[in-house]
């Protein structure tokens, strides 16, 4: 199966914070986007970090999740 992972960028209000750039993660399917993990983190660097990994990896949906909790604590 041919999908691929791509982070995007989002405006976020957060509490006490005010509206700042937040940073999520894709997959897609071909041209189909199956669904997205919003609110990642603020860095971009660290979000283009774990979806580079998980593109390396070839690591499967089903265990994107675990790896960017351990990635991001």
């Keep these: 199966m041919n ?9 976020t209000e957060i ?3 005010g509206v700042c750039a937040t940073y999520g993660i894709r ?5 189909d986007c199956i669904t ?9 660097d660290t979000v283009s970090e774990i979806v580079r990994l998980l593109n390396r990896n070839a690591v499967s949906p089903i265990h994107a999740a675990e790896v960017i909790i351990d990635l991001i604590g």
């Design 27 to 31: 997959f897609s399917c071909g041209k």
């Design 3 to 11: 999908y691929q992972y791509s982070y995007y960028q989002m405006d």
């Design 15 to 17: 509490d006490g914070v």
């Design 36 to 44: 997205d993990i919003r609110d990642v983190s603020t860095d971009r």
